[in-house]
């Protein structure tokens, strides 16, 4: 059973860090799949975060890029999400994926909690 663990969330004041992390376990190997983050904040629709192709590629959505980074260690099954320099708007639920490249996402991640507030 494959699955995606997300882990990091939490509540941070504004302009604070945060790392999030995604473990993934069972019959799966990240290194064939592109990964990525979208997230859902209260009362919005899931909205796409960022993505990282096999080869080390990355995008992000225009108002996260220079606060958000993407990284991915195959050798850990795991990606990373590095959020700096957050605002109450980057307040959501933060789900990961794996996606073999041009299909949607084949497996989610439970979500993990970011909260941003003073």
């Known amino acids: 059973q494959v699955q995606l663990v997300e882990s990091g969330g939490g509540l941070v004041q504004p302009g604070g860090p945060l790392r999030l992390s995604c473990a993934a376990s069972g019959s799966i190997f990240i290194s064939i799949y592109n990964m990525g983050w979208y997230r859902q904040a209260p009362g919005k629709q899931r909205e796409w975060v960022t993505s990282?192709?096999?080869?080390?590629?990355?995008n992000y959505t225009d108002s996260m890029k220079g606060r958000f980074t993407i990284s991915r260690d195959n050798a850990k099954n795991t990606v990373y999400l590095q959020m700096n320099s957050l605002k109450f708007e980057d307040t959501a639920v933060y789900y990961c994926?794996?996606?073999?490249?041009?299909?949607?996402?084949?497996?989610w991640g439970q979500g993990t909690q970011v909260t941003v507030s003073s």
């Open positions: 990282i192709t096999r080869s080390g590629n990355t």
């Open positions: 994926y794996a996606a073999i490249p041009g299909r949607d996402p084949d497996y």
